[in-house]
């Protein structure tokens, strides 16, 4: 969203959710100043009149803009253990399309895990229509390189700290300048994530 919003060279997206520390933040929103708006599931499900504001945004926006699309990103956790950790998933189809004004608008489903199973979950479980336009790529992502190795006595740290000297050693070979480029790390806490991250920066820091 921060990139978004500095290569417009001005604030066209925001985030609604509990992290949000910005107060006025979903009242801009809601007056129409944003072109996109990020909610989490939580957020919209939550009830507390949300979706009522929503909906009067939708019908009176500023400059008669109304909602045009509800995109659910990573759509996949309506199905298997997705809502497991996440249960608001499993309400935002119902919510939305049982919801007077907002049930007009089209709702787009976004996942890059989704096997036909997983697909028609998504379809029934978002409420979606019973046959909806699906569009599909090849899995297959040359810029991704997937290893599988032993997890060794000292966690993830250990796991990630090999194949980042790899790295280290592959661009200093190379003279590739590393600035600018993105690493996405999965761990199973918060606190497993910062440390490999701490370690990868470390390692990475010279290079």
Sequence with gaps: MAKLNGRSGADIATF????????????????????????????????????????????????????????????????????????????????LRNHPILKSIPLLALTATAVPRVQIDIVKKLCMHPSPTIAKKSFDRPNLKIVIRRKPRNGPVGAFEGITKEMAASIASKSVVSSGKSTIVYCSTKKEVEDTTAMITKLLAHH
């Excluded at 507390?48 to 045009?68: A, Q, V």
Aim: charged share 20%; aromatic share 8%; glycine share 10%.
């Design 16 to 95: 609604l959710g509990s992290s949000q520390s910005n107060l006025m933040a979903e009242e801009r929103a809601l007056n129409g100043e944003y072109r996109l708006i990020y909610v989490t599931p939580e957020k919209l499900t939550s009830g507390g009149g949300f979706l009522d504001r929503l909906s009067n945004m939708h019908r009176y926006g500023s400059n008669h803009t109304n909602i045009c699309l509800i995109a659910v990103d990573e759509s996949h956790c309506v199905s298997e253990w997705g809502h497991d950790f996440r249960p608001s998933f499993l309400q935002i189809g119902p919510t």
